[in-house]
């Protein structure tokens, strides 16, 4: 299975988080602001493309209080965990939100099959089923998100990549 064992030991900037990346998938470059600027704390990762030619991605980030992105934790599962009015496409589904736990402590948990399009700033452009999975765990001075994203038909066999990210994952703020 792609990216189920484990590669990269990673901290964050500022010391927010550890975890061990998986082993054959890469960090994105960051864009816009820097992480002290926006308050966003974190790395993007990309696999292997898969055989439609696009690749899962997997996003481990600390919005700091006062981030330029959310208020709180709440707020981003308010905002991800059910369709935006009219933004939605047909067959778009979300899991309820659920308890869950990680590094011992208590966090949301939820699931998307939306569709995506394939290919960006096209005029005629297809759509394909995606699995996305967040992960929200409330920290004293902000939050955390870890998201896995992948094309749906290959969602689940990549999955062990994620799971394993999540289960090294280690909090070091409160």
Known sequence: MPGAKAGEKYIAEGKYFKCVLPKGWKKAGSMGQAASEK???GVDLTGPPGADGIAPSISVKYYGRGNTLFKS?????????????????PGDTYSSVTSVKIAGRAASGFDRRKSDFTKSRLVKNETIA???RYIVLPAREGFFVLNYYCVYSE???RLPAFENLVSSFEPLVN
Do not use: D, Q, T
């Open 39 to 41: 308050k966003v704390y």
């Open 73 to 89: 934790a709440a707020e981003f599962v308010r905002i991800h965990s059910r369709p935006i009015p009219g933004l939605g496409l």
């Open 130 to 132: 995606v699995f996305e």
């Open 155 to 157: 969602a689940k066999a």
